[in-house]
């Protein structure tokens, strides 16, 4: 059994450049959790997505940032624009069901994204 | 916005001690769970605590949970060099389905 991977581990961009950044969740999670964070702080929610659907993406911090999760697996969190404030680690972690009082998130080991 | 504040913000200790970490947290909770990371990447689920519960254990780990003061504590007894990471806690609200809220987290060293 695999764990949540995530790719690439480290992307160096410039400042306005698009990057995607792309999570495996643990085969046949419904829910899949993106999280961003900047050095010093815990990671701060950012999307989540109960199968194919955003059911919550209040975290997303401006409408350059935008996630998919076509066939309800694989997501892709997609930064347009990137500027130097973006320059974080983002986490992605699956889970079961995503409801429920217990609700195990499972967290890959991250994609540090340095905005040049 | 961070929900929850883990107190201390760094704790060095020698091999051998306990360490005590503690979390406060502002809502009403489903939920709170502890994370340990190590070198600023992959979080490690170590134990969650519901609502309901005021004390849990697993292996060294003993958590408490106090929802009238809402805060929490992590307890790691006879700490390990290995133990060496940032403690994160983690509140799950009462919002239908389940986004986690960490905490800045605990930075702990445990020297040989």
């Known amino acids: 059994g695999a764990g949540v991977s995530q790719t690439p581990s480290n992307k160096v961009t410039e400042k306005g450049k698009y990057v995607e950044l792309r999570c495996d969740p643990i085969s046949g999670h419904t829910a899949l959790y993106w999280y961003r964070q900047s050095l010093g702080q815990g990671p701060e929610f950012l999307i989540y997505f109960q199968g194919t659907g955003a059911a919550d993406d209040s975290g997303l911090p401006n409408d350059r940032f935008f996630a998919v999760r076509p066939e309800g697996s694989v997501s892709t969190l997609k930064i347009q624009r990137t500027e130097r404030g973006d320059s974080a680690v983002y986490l992605c972690a699956s889970s079961f069901t995503g409801t429920g009082s217990y609700n195990e998130q499972f967290f890959g080991p991250g994609t540090r994204l340095t905005v040049l | 916005s961070q929900q929850g504040e883990e107190d201390p913000q760094a704790l060095s200790i020698q091999e051998g001690e306990n360490a005590t970490m503690n979390c406060s947290y502002k809502t009403s909770i489903n939920n709170l769970q502890w994370y340990r990371q190590n070198s600023g990447r992959g979080l490690v689920h170590l134990i969650l605590?519901?609502?309901?519960?005021r004390e849990k254990h697993s292996g060294r780990l003993r958590v408490t949970l106090d929802t009238s003061k809402k805060s929490s504590s992590l307890l790691i007894t006879a700490s390990r060099a290995a133990d060496t990471a940032s403690y994160f806690c983690a509140t799950d609200q009462n919002s239908g389905y389940s986004t986690l809220t960490f905490g800045k987290g605990t930075m702990l060293l445990v020297s040989p």
């Open positions: 605590i519901r609502s309901n519960e």
